[in-house]
């Protein structure tokens, strides 16, 4: 049916619904309400001072203002007393609009009463109400009304919110007479009742229309099992597919041999987690299915070293390596470290193995005989930015990949570096730490590792809160460690690195600190828009001693390694995520003696508290992400909103961790047991992925 025929829309609202999506009336099942108002009486509003509710009555009295700038004041009464609803607006088209005795609900803030009411409302929204109608007689039942947001055409057309509350349910009492079960189920029965939900008609209702307040989540969970389980078994049979269908490289390697002069080469045992690891990545890699592994670490817990392990698998039986990164100073801090490895190792082992770098911005001719030397296998190791997914780039054997994520590439563009292959073993690593219901989520089809447990010898940073004032003693500590022979970062937030004003302030801070703080050190300072040669350089100086206080921006976030640095300063804290902060700390407690962050934070709102508080509390990089989960949302979380993977209607990940873990058991279980979901209990599942998830199927390669 036309939406133009539901009672309050019309020819124009009906071009304005189209417009925000909703042009068949079935479009306003998928409907979720932003809020729930609860309708009251006059006399229990009273004591709802400050709260947003609705209240329902007859005007009885329309009292117009002295000015033009005065607002109409309206008296409206129910059986239980009397409310005064200030209204600003034309007086004329007010008063027109407020007709005396006839019956109306009110949306808006109680506050104090004035004059010889009992109460008042800060007036936000109205609607007429006429007792002979059904369908408003219908509206007036629940004490729950729902709000819906309004998008920017509907807005324009004059939808105000309870207007738009009550074409939905105009929409829903329609929908409903024509056909009563409008809604089936798609899940089979025994997979509802043993996960107590309700059923899908039930809770489309209910989220719009519910009875009483505990409806709302009753059917915000069966709505959130059903986004989570169909997410759940497209990456079960994603994962089924890619293991099963596909064969992948059985690399043949001696790990011993590896093992031992990796050992030799790296100077330190592995810790005890990077050894569960390791062995996780090598069966994978000896066995016939395609691996697909997250590797999951804090900072420090030496993941980068474990890579190295997985790469020289490879490079031992014969294939090339290759590790992306997301960015040129990543992928050149990350070849330096690999290819010292490398070079020492060679000397161990007596082998012969190399390593090259491609970034962007090469010249010309250097890049022409990298691509070659891949071409031809002249190297064994690559590392390089999405320079590597190119065309030009064409690998001789490349059996093994890495990419070192920090959540910045997409699926399309992990999956172009892994074409580049034939099937070859992948494994994403992860930055930071990912809670566990986001990389259920988001990485839901890989196996996941996890290096729990950090080198020995580590002492957690200790973490300080100080506020600008007691920047002075702050200076003053690093002082004295500095003539303890200890280095200091001193962090600016430039959170955006082409901010012309940020910057000048970080180096008028850096200025400032040189000329008047640290004048009897040696300081330095890098930054995002200095060449990367020019932050080798100045990284080369801090590290080799150099440099006593280093001032930076973010850009020192990744990868580098100076355990001589025990002290890290981070102004303006509040500007930064949590996420961050702890990557930023990660920099410091690399090296044998105690180290210390120190926040320096002013106007702290209640969320910076949150992330400081949390920061000061714990060096956990796991529960660190918990809570930024819960104070960013997932989308956020991964610095990329248009994922579509991580879109939800209704599951909020930080929070229904219980439904995730129940959906994905449920959908790996039926995918396991029933593949091409042929029995007939899952008839309905395979028709609706055939329907509503088409284009997923076909994206993500498993149509
Ligand atoms: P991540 O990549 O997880 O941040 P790295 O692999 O860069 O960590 O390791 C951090 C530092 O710890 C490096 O200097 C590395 O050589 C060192 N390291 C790694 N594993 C160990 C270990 N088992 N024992 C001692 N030091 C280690
Ligand atoms: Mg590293």
Redesign the pocket.
């Known amino acids: 049916m036309d939406i133009k025929y539901i009672k309050g829309i019309g020819e124009a609202r009906a071009e304005a619904f189209r417009k925000c999506g909703v042009a068949k009336i079935e479009d306003f099942l998928k409907f979720i309400p932003r809020a729930y108002v609860s309708k009251v009486n006059i006399s229990e509003a009273k004591n709802r001072l400050g709260e947003t509710i609705l209240v329902f009555g007859e005007i009885v009295r329309v009292e117009k203002g002295f000015r033009p700038s005065h607002p109409v004041v309206l008296t409206l009464s129910d059986d239980t007393g009397f409310m005064n609803i200030p209204v600003f607006g034309k007086s004329e088209f007010r008063t027109k609009q407020f007709r005396l005795n006839e019956n109306y609900l009110f949306y808006g803030k109680v506050s104090e009463a004035f004059r010889n009411t009992d109460v008042r409302m800060d007036y936000r929204d109205h609607l007429r109400i006429d007792p002979k109608d059904e369908n408003d007689r219908g509206f007036l039942k629940y004490s729950l009304i729902p709000i819906y947001e309004l998008s920017g055409v509907l807005k324009a057309t004059w939808v105000r919110p309870l207007v738009l509350s009550k074409i939905v349910f105009n929409a829903f009492k329609k929908i409903a007479s024509e056909n009563p079960v409008f809604a089936e189920d798609s899940l089979p029965e025994n997979m509802i009742a043993e996960n107590g939900l309700i059923s899908i008609r039930e809770a489309i209702l209910r989220i719009n229309f519910p009875n009483e307040f505990e409806d709302i989540e009753r059917a915000r969970k069966r709505l959130s099992f059903e986004e989570l389980f169909y997410l759940q078994i497209l990456l079960a049979l994603k994962k089924r597919s890619i293991k099963n269908e596909v064969k992948g490289i059985t690399f043949s390697s001696d790990i011993r041999k590896i093992t031992d002069n990796f050992i030799k080469t790296?100077g330190?045992?592995?810790?005890g987690a990077?050894k569960k690891v390791i062995n996780e990545i090598y069966s994978d890699m000896k066995s016939t299915h395609v691996m697909n592994r997250l590797l999951q670490?804090?900072?420090?817990?030496?993941?980068?070293?474990?890579s190295v392990f997985g790469m020289l698998i490879a490079v031992e039986s014969g294939y090339q390596s290759a590790l992306m990164c997301p960015t040129e100073i990543l992928a050149e801090q990350h070849y330096s470290?690999v290819s010292a490895f490398i070079d020492k190792y060679n000397r161990t082992a007596g082998t012969d193995y190399k390593v090259s770098l491609l970034v962007g911005g090469q010249k010309k001719k250097l890049r022409e005989e990298i691509l070659q030397d891949i071409r031809l296998g002249k190297t064994n190791i690559i590392i390089g930015t999405h320079a590597l997914i190119q065309e030009a780039v064409e690998f001789k054997n490349l059996g093994f990949v890495i990419i070192d994520e920090q959540h910045k590439f997409g699926v399309m563009q992990r999956a172009k570096l892994k074409d580049k292959g034939l099937n070859p073993d992948v494994v994403v690593?992860t930055?930071t730490p990912i809670p566990r219901t986001l990389s259920l989520t988001f990485y839901g089809d890989l196996d996941v590792s996890v290096?729990d447990e950090m080198?020995?010898?580590r002492i957690p940073v200790k973490t300080y809160y100080r506020q600008d004032e007691e920047k002075p003693k702050v200076w003053e500590f690093i002082k004295q460690k500095i003539t303890e022979g200890k280095q200091a970062f001193i962090i600016y937030p430039i959170i955006d690195e082409s901010e012309k004003l940020d910057l000048k302030s970080a180096e008028e801070n850096y200025k400032h600190l040189k000329e008047n703080v640290f004048p009897e050190y040696r300081t330095g300072m890098v930054h995002g828009r200095m060449f990367w040669y020019e932050i080798d350089e100045t990284m080369q100086d801090f590290k080799k001693g150099k440099i006593n206080v280093l001032i930076a921006t973010t850009v020192i976030e990744v990868?580098i390694?100076i355990?001589n640095a025990t002290i890290m300063v981070i102004e303006d804290a509040q500007r930064f995520g949590l996420s961050q902060l702890h990557q930023l700390r990660?920099r410091v407690g690399?090296g044998e003696d105690q180290s210390y962050c120190i926040l320096i934070a002013k106007n702290l709102d209640e969320v910076s508290k949150k992330r400081i508080k949390t920061m000061c509390g714990t060096t956990d990089g796991f529960k660190i992400a918990e809570v930024d989960l819960e104070i960013r949302g997932p989308g956020e979380f991964f610095g990329i909103r248009q994922s579509g993977v991580l879109n939800f209607a209704v599951t909020d990940l930080a929070k229904d961790r219980d439904i995730l873990m129940k959906s994905r058991k449920t959908a790996f279980e039926i995918i396991d047991t029933d593949p091409q979901l042929r029995k007939p209990e899952h008839i309905g599942i395979r028709k609706k992925l055939m329907t509503d998830f088409r284009d997923s199927l076909y994206l993500m390669n498993i149509a």
């Open positions: 790296a330190f045992e592995l810790t990077q670490g804090d900072v420090g817990s030496g993941k980068t070293i474990v470290t690593m930055a290096i080198p020995a010898g990868g390694d355990p990660g690399r």
